[in-house]
Every structure is written in structure tokens, then in C-alpha cells.
């Protein structure tokens, strides 16, 4: 009886106490290349995953002390209320209502909502911004899905569950572009060359945090230092440019770390 209340228990998880016991379960996106993309191998490769790791690393754990739990957008909140895992660094955007259910350290990247189009679709530019009535992919619980909404009404918004599923989505046609943050954007043209393109000037600014539960103020604090430390030594920059660099997209300067 004891031993399946504790595997049942929905109390959320203090990084710290499980970092000094020697593992750590991290919440990231599978289907994010360059940024959080787990391969046919099981291997998890990209962006938010080096953050994780170099995370993981300053607080004493090493990556096989790892375990990667997927984290879809609209579950990220209920996973780290429930316990479920220790912090989330999956593209994870800033703003007053998670802030209200949970807490975050960073922010360790600034991103813009931008949007995918197949590469021969010149309907969406910087001039010629999304129009009434064309069908517009994002992803259910995601702040872009939100954002979507509230510029563009006239449109036809579809949610999936993955950014993944819009991809394959507009591949075959059955939407006219995705929307999400640029970043992301650029990890699925980067993945597909020459099959789609980033258009659009950025309609949002997304700073990127780790979310964690409320109340870890001290992890919540060393996350921060080694957010810091990692901007600081260059493992930042070399991560950014060897998940990126062969994207195109132009890499920005790193964040300024606010400590929220």
C-alpha cells in the first residue's frame, strides 16, 4: 500500500533534492528539430537539450542521470504540478498566466512568432502579411496558437497536438502555413532543404524559460547561475550555432537573465 501511494503521488518535485540524489527528470519537446528532437535511436538531440544538459550538469547530474520525458505544449503546466518532472526546457514562452501556475528561471533565449510556407508559396512576406481565410497551423495550448487568434481572427486556425503533425499538414497541402516562434521554424526548414521557407516579420516577442514548480526558489536560483555561466563561458553560443547554423537563420545576441 505505501509503495503505490508514492508511485501515485502528485506532488510536484524540488530539482534540488533530486539533483543531489543523482537523477533528474527533465521535460522537453521530441519533435522540435534543432531544438528538442528525439531520433529513431532514442537519442535527444538539439538546442533545449543542451540547455537541459549543461542545467543538469551545474546541479550535479550527469546526462545518463537524465531521464527525458516529453512535454507537449498544452501539458507543461499539469507535468510539473503533478510531479511528473523536475523542470521543463521545451521552448517554453514567459508570461503572466503561467506565471500564476507556475515559476520560471531565464529566460535563456528570445524568440518572434513568425511563420512557415512550403518554398514556392510567395502568398506571405514581410509585405504582405497573413490574409483572411487562409488556413493557419498551430498547436493546441501553445502561446502562438493563442496569438494567432487574437492578430489574425479571419483566419482558419487548425490545432494539432504537435508541431510535427502541422508540418506533415502543410506538406500535403491541407494548410497554407505554420505559425510558431522563428527558432522553430527554422529547425523544420533546416530539417526539410528546400521544401519550406520562414516568412513574415516577427509578430511577437517569446523569451524562452525553464519552468519549474512554484515555491523551488533556490533551484529556481541556481538554474539562473547556470543559465548565466553558460552564456558567459560560450557554451550558449557554440550550442545555438551547432543546432543552427546550417538553418540560415540569422542567431541572435543571448538574453539578459531577469530571474523571475
Not at 506533415?168 to 491541407?174: M, S, T
Not at 516568412?199 to 536560483?221: F, H, N, Q, W
Not at 541556481?222 to 557554451?235: H, L, P
Request: net charge negative; proline share 6%.
Amino acid at each position: 500500500m505505501l509503495a503505490l501511494t508514492a508511485c501515485g503521488s502528485t506532488e510536484p518535485r524540488d530539482p534540488l533534492t533530486d539533483a543531489a540524489e543523482g537523477s533528474l527528470i527533465i521535460g522537453v519537446k521530441y519533435d522540435q528539430p534543432g531544438l528538442g528532437l528525439r531520433n529513431p535511436n532514442k537519442a535527444m538531440t538539439g538546442f533545449d537539450i543542451d540547455v537541459a544538459r549543461y542545467i543538469a550538469n551545474y546541479l550535479g547530474v550527469q546526462p545518463d542521470q537524465i531521464t527525458w520525458k516529453e512535454a507537449p505544449s498544452a501539458q507543461r503546466e499539469t507535468l510539473i504540478k503533478n510531479g511528473e518532472v523536475d523542470f521543463i526546457v521545451g521552448t517554453y514562452s514567459i508570461n503572466e498566466s503561467r506565471l500564476k501556475a507556475v515559476d520560471f528561471a531565464g529566460p535563456y533565449y528570445t524568440a518572434g512568432q513568425s511563420f512557415l510556407v512550403r518554398a514556392d508559396d510567395d502568398r506571405i512576406s514581410d509585405e504582405h502579411p497573413l490574409q483572411d481565410g487562409m488556413r493557419l497551423c498551430s498547436v493546441s495550448g501553445s502561446t502562438s496558437a493563442v496569438n494567432a487568434q487574437k492578430y489574425f481572427p479571419g483566419v482558419q486556425l487548425q490545432q494539432f497536438d504537435s508541431y510535427s503533425s502541422c508540418v506533415e499538414a502543410l506538406a500535403r497541402g491541407k494548410v497554407d502555413a505554420l505559425t510558431t516562434d522563428d527558432i522553430i521554424l527554422a529547425g523544420y526548414a533546416a530539417q526539410y532543404p528546400g521544401e519550406f521557407k520562414v516568412v513574415g516579420t516577427p509578430i511577437t516577442t517569446e523569451e524562452y524559460g525553464v519552468g519549474l514548480a512554484k515555491g523551488m526558489d533556490a533551484a529556481r536560483s541556481k538554474i539562473n547561475d547556470a543559465i548565466e555561466q553558460m552564456i558567459a563561458d560560450g557554451s550558449w553560443e557554440r550550442a545555438l550555432q551547432g543546432a543552427l547554423g546550417s538553418s540560415g537563420f540569422p542567431l541572435p545576441d543571448p538574453p539578459q537573465v531577469n530571474r523571475y
